[in-house]
């Protein structure tokens, strides 16, 4: 069941970590796109001056978001996860060791070395 | 019209109210009129006079001309004012008005809808929407020249935009850098504390409510039912990102005092107790391990376990203190036998090496002789509420029923109870044997006397199976010694005394069970064949059996052997 959660939610956020590395790219080129001036209008040159600043803007927040992003998704794998270890469950305690041990020890508790 | 007639009043009262002007306004109307009183003279105003009556009757227009500006009163400047402003106003409201009605009809061409909405209703009826169109005019006479100030201007806007936003990326890319950092910091110490087992769970920080990562290093989720359920967080330090052990108990955070449990035994040496063995403190926390908060982890889950085990012990021992247990503040004391055994909570204290490494521990031989019993009570202890954790959490996987929450809510270990029981069992043992010692040296000249001892008889039948189910089954039964004694008279008849040495559930009572059964021969005894049944009685103090069983051998020495048979 955890499992499954953790894929559906880890995919989901793999999936929102691409679109942003598009969009931020996207962004990216705009900025070029708008950069050269050629024989545009002077208002048309305004516009773009200041499309270029919040597409930069835009830039800065989206790869803030990629941070919080793969935090969630570290989250998620540190925490959404259990671990399985092989082999150990195949180790089967030796009882009757652990009993002659443990009534060894009952036996240095009732021994008295000393003798008044 | 109007204006003639108002004009006209306001010179005719000047003219009535002239005499009664005071000196003050005189003189500023004399001035006005005058210009100056340079040029008045008497003889000049005398033919002024003169000249003014000879010529009052002719006309009025020159007194007319010099009073004009100073008799309109300030009502009439305000109507005029007032009717010129709402000239201008209409003149104003309607320039905007044609003036809007321009703009619309050519914004008509463009988007009707916006046009339509805003045209006045004469200009929608008279002129179709969209029949203005406007061209723009360059100033200047070459299209090339304006392209390229044009040009200039917008080289200028971008490389300024270009620059700016150079400085935003620089900028932020050194704050997520930094970011990055300090995120790479903490997932690698967290995963270090992942890759150590442990347990870590969503929380809150309760000194600000912000979202945190806990650590789970208690034992709750292990079987423990001790209050504090050992849950930390693992704080993040903004500037570093590096993370911080910090314990919480009852919602709040902050640092613990650290308490480990120290076992003494002291001796009674010529009515004087002496230390002789104390258990060591050899926890070391700096393992393989260097990783800081990882030792923290550590550290706190060993003293969570001994302040557990401290509590369980305090509550065991209240139930015994008709069993000659002290608790004196953070002290358990067992007096059993010239013995007292300290179980004492000490604070741990990282810097007293002196204390911790027991350094006058092993001054002398008398001193350090029962430090291996020390260190196996503190063991014993240990593994006790290991058990006791272990049992818990079986009945935590159970079908919950009335019966196991009961259980759940009941169940108590048993870590004074069995170590007392056992010491106390052991001394038992050994007077019963001296008893008994002591009646095979009174009754050796009579009857051939045979004594066997089966140490824990009650775990006997486990062993011979080798089915250990449990392998603490020792801690766990009241513990048993079997004594047998088999008197043996010279005409063969056998007398077999069979003593159970036990205790209550509680394991500290003693009890002794005696069965006494007599044989005919010794080959019948070692069969249990046709055994006659003496005696069989439970006793709970040990002069009892001594007594019974002196009486009970006697009586067999002393009975005839015929009676003895027919009795058989």
């Avoid at chain 2, 069995?418 to 043992?429: D, F, S």
């Avoid at chain 2, 559930?505 to 046709?530: A, M, P, R």
Wanted: aromatic share 8%; proline share 2%.
């Amino acid at each position: 069941m955890s499992t499954l959660v953790f894929s559906r939610y880890s995919i989901t956020n793999e999936e929102k970590i691409d679109s942003t590395i598009e969009q931020i790219l996207q962004k990216f080129q705009d900025i070029f796109d708008v950069a050269n001036v050629e024989d545009k209008s002077k208002e048309l040159l305004a516009v773009e001056s200041l499309t270029i600043e919040s597409d930069a803007f835009m830039i800065i927040r989206l790869c803030e978001d990629m941070l919080t992003m793969t935090r969630g998704l570290k989250e998620v794998w540190c925490l959404g996860t259990m671990r399985v270890e092989e082999g150990d469950v195949s180790e089967t305690i030796d009882v009757a060791k652990v009993y002659e041990k443990f009534n060894q020890l009952i036996d240095t508790i009732n021994q008295k070395d000393i003798e008044v | 019209m109007s204006k003639y007639t108002s004009r006209y009043q306001s010179f005719h009262s000047q003219l009535t109210s002239r005499d009664k002007l005071s000196v003050a306004e005189l003189i500023p109307r004399i001035l006005q009129e005058r210009n100056s009183f340079l040029y008045i003279s008497e003889e000049s105003l005398e033919n002024e006079i003169e000249h003014k009556n000879s010529s009052e009757a002719e006309s009025q227009e020159p007194d007319n001309v010099f009073a004009q500006p100073d008799e309109i009163d300030s009502y009439e400047l305000f109507q005029k004012n007032k009717v010129e402003l709402a000239q201008q106003l209409n003149s104003a409201l309607n320039e905007t008005s044609l003036s809007l009605d321009f703009v619309s009809l050519l914004l008509s061409s463009v988007k009707v809808n916006l046009g339509k909405s805003t045209m006045s209703p004469h200009l929608t009826q008279n002129v179709p929407p969209g029949s203005l169109n406007a061209d723009r005019l360059s100033k200047y006479d070459d299209p090339n020249d304006m392209q390229s100030k044009v040009a200039n201007l917008g080289n200028g806007w971008k490389g300024e935009s270009i620059e700016k936003i150079t400085g935003l990326f620089r900028n932020a890319s050194m704050k997520l850098n930094e970011q990055v950092i300090k995120e790479k910091t903490y997932w690698e110490l967290l995963i270090n504390v992942l890759d150590h087992d442990e347990v870590l769970y969503k929380t809150r920080d309760p000194l600000d409510n912000s979202r945190a990562i806990g650590v789970k290093y208690g034992y709750s989720a292990s079987g423990s039912s001790y209050r504090d359920e050992g849950n930390a967080i693992l704080r993040k330090d903004p500037s570093s990102g590096a993370i911080s052990f910090v314990p919480i108990s009852r919602g709040r955070a902050g640092t613990k005092i650290c308490k480990y449990i120290k076992v003494r035994i002291l001796t009674k040496v010529d009515d004087d107790y002496l230390l002789t063995g104390q258990s060591l403190f050899d926890k070391k926390f700096a393992g393989k391990n260097t990783s800081a908060i990882i030792n923290d982890i550590e550290k706190a889950r060993y003293f969570v376990f001994q302040e557990d085990l401290f509590y369980h012990l305090t509550r065991e021992a209240k139930g015994l203190i008709n069993y000659n247990i002290l608790i004196i503040s953070n002290k358990i004391i067992i007096e059993v036998d010239n013995e007292l055994i300290e179980i004492e909570s000490v604070v741990f204290d990282e810097d007293d090496e002196e204390e911790l490494n027991n350094l006058y521990q092993n001054t002398n031989q008398l001193s350090s002789s029962n430090n291996r019993r020390a260190e196996a009570i503190l063991i014993f202890m240990n593994l006790m509420l290991c058990c006791f954790y272990k049992y818990n959490l079986s009945l935590k996987q159970k079908v919950p029923t009335a019966v196991t929450k009961w259980k759940q809510q009941n169940s108590h270990p048993l870590i004074l109870r069995p170590l007392l029981g056992h010491i106390r069992h052991e001394l038992n043992v050994s007077s019963l044997r001296s008893v008994l010692k002591n009646h095979i040296g009174a009754f050796k000249q009579d009857l051939e006397l045979e004594l066997e001892v089966i140490q824990y008889s009650n775990l006997q039948a486990q062993e011979l199976d080798k089915s250990f189910e449990n392998p603490f089954q020792k801690a766990i039964e009241a513990p048993c010694t079997t004594f047998k004694l088999r008197c043996k008279r010279r005409d063969g008849r056998v007398l077999e005394t069979v003593i159970d040495v036990t205790s209550t559930e509680i394991f500290v009572n003693l009890v002794l069970n005696l069965n006494v059964t007599k044989y005919d021969s010794g080959s019948d005894c070692k069969q249990h064949d046709n055994g006659a049944n003496v005696l069989q009685n439970t006793f709970y103090d040990l002069n009892e059996v001594d007594e019974c069983l002196n009486w009970t051998i006697m009586n067999f020495i002393n009975q005839d052997s015929t009676i003895t048979s027919a009795d058989g």
